[in-house]
């Protein structure tokens, strides 16, 4: 049996994990900064909530990654310090994000975050560094239908043009 027949855990990661990892939990330090700020320009409840959820995803995330780099000893990147709170009533009027356009900050994200993880699943000869990412690609596929459902819900959602098929004209 070779190198990679034992233990996931203790075979070495190949530089395509390494770097994935590294560069998700750098997106992910991005985005939990950029969320801590929507969340203060939001004034929906229900986005508020997805916002909080996001938020718990992307730190769940970060602390397992983290996790694997450190233990492989892989130097962590720089995060952004947390951002306050804020009153909503604080921020002006044109500086101000709306919750549309948050809603679909977030859609895209959650797009993004999909393809990445598959993208990381498919390069990985670790079998517990797939299958972590299989997680988070199930937590992300649940987020982005509870996104759907909202930006549904809220008239939201900007659909590219719709096919009709043409009537029967007979």
Request: some cysteine; proline content about 8%.
């Amino acid at each position: 049996m070779g190198i990679l027949s034992k233990n996931p855990k203790d075979e070495p990661l190949h530089y395509g994990e390494i770097f994935a990892m590294w560069s998700h939990t750098l997106t992910n330090n991005g985005l939990i900064a950029a969320y801590q700020t929507l969340y203060n320009h939001t004034g929906d409840v229900d986005l508020a909530k997805l916002i909080e959820e996001a938020l718990a995803g992307l730190e769940e995330e970060n602390k397992q990654v983290k996790s694997v780099l450190k233990i492989n000893g892989v130097g962590l990147p720089p995060a952004p310090p947390e951002r306050p709170n804020a009153r909503i009533e604080d921020i002006p009027v044109g500086a101000k994000y709306m919750d549309p356009e948050i809603s679909a900050i977030l859609s895209s994200n959650v797009a993004s975050g999909l393809i990445s993880c598959s993208t990381t699943i498919a390069l990985c000869t670790r079998e517990d560094i797939a299958f972590m990412y299989g997680q988070f690609h199930m937590a992300k596929a649940q987020l982005g239908g509870k996104m759907l459902r909202l930006n549904k819900a809220k008239g939201w959602l900007a659909p590219p043009p719709l096919h009709v098929s043409p009537t029967d004209k007979s």
